[in-house]
T-cell receptor, first 111, second 109 residues
Framework: DGGITQSPKYLFRKEGQNVTLSCEQN?????MYWYRQDPGQGLRLIYY???????QKGDIAEGYSVSREKKESFPLTVTSAQKNPTAFYLC??????????FGDGTRLSIL | EDQVTQSPEALRLQEGESSSLNCSYT??????LFWYRQDPGKGPEFLFT???AGEEKEKERLKATLTKKESFLHITAPKPEDSATYLC??????????FGTGTRLLVSP
């Protein structure tokens, strides 16, 4: 079945450590997105990419980095510069003009 | 600034008790309004897209409507399996979505 796979489901970060969240899609979608979800807040856009080798900052990009070397993959690195990384991270993808479809998220916590 | 406000924050219904969820928005240019359902620990699941005032979409017990300032998600005769958080989002351009904070719906048997 086609879909979006996020891994791992749970991730723990130590102080000063960078961690990378994986997002893979087999829907042949051009655009991919990363969101952060915190309790009581709406999803907030971190980064998005409309085409391979190109990406743009969203509303809360500070402390995060991404790459888009393949159409299927859009990994997110949470760097040590992100001082409040504990959240539920969601990856999405879409075709132009179509709704975004989401993976089942990665929950990141601080050790 | 583009903004989406959902109400109520939480709603408790008895099975079969119909109700509506509200999504009001202020955007510079609406390029689609989306409704999603999210279960605990899962990603949002797409329900509907609405593009213009007066448009309606239906799926099983759910019906979404759109005016120039707000959208409603009507739930008719809900069942316990309809319990979830319902999210509203607007497309403000370049497929960028602005989300509301959601309505947590609990349907009791």
């Amino acid at each position: 079945d086609g879909g979006i796979t996020q891994s791992p489901k749970y991730l723990f970060r130590k102080e000063g450590q960078n961690v990378t969240l994986s997002c893979e899609q087999n829907l042949n979608h051009d655009a991919m997105y990363w969101y952060r979800q915190d309790p009581g807040q709406g999803l907030r856009l971190i980064y998005y990419s409309q085409i391979v080798n190109d990406f743009q900052k969203g509303d809360i990009a500070e402390g995060y980095s991404v790459s888009r070397e393949k159409k299927e993959s859009f990994p997110l690195t949470v760097t040590s510069a992100q001082k409040n990384p504990t959240a539920f991270y969601l990856c999405a993808s879409s075709r132009e003009g179509q709704p975004q479809h989401f993976g089942d998220g990665t929950r990141l916590s601080i050790l | 600034e583009d903004q989406v406000t959902q109400s109520p924050e939480a709603l408790r219904l008895q099975e079969g008790e119909s109700s509506s969820l509200n999504c009001s928005y202020t955007v510079s240019g609406l390029r689609g309004l989306f409704w999603y359902r999210q279960d605990p620990g899962k990603g949002p699941e797409f329900l509907f897209t609405l593009y213009s005032a007066g448009e309606e979409k239906e799926k099983e017990r759910l019906k979404a409507t759109l005016t120039k300032k707000e959208s409603f998600l009507h739930i008719t005769a809900p069942k316990p399996e309809d319990s979830a958080t319902y999210l509203c989002a607007v497309n403000t351009g370049f497929q960028k979505l602005v989300f509301g904070t959601g309505t947590r719906l609990l349907v009791s048997p």
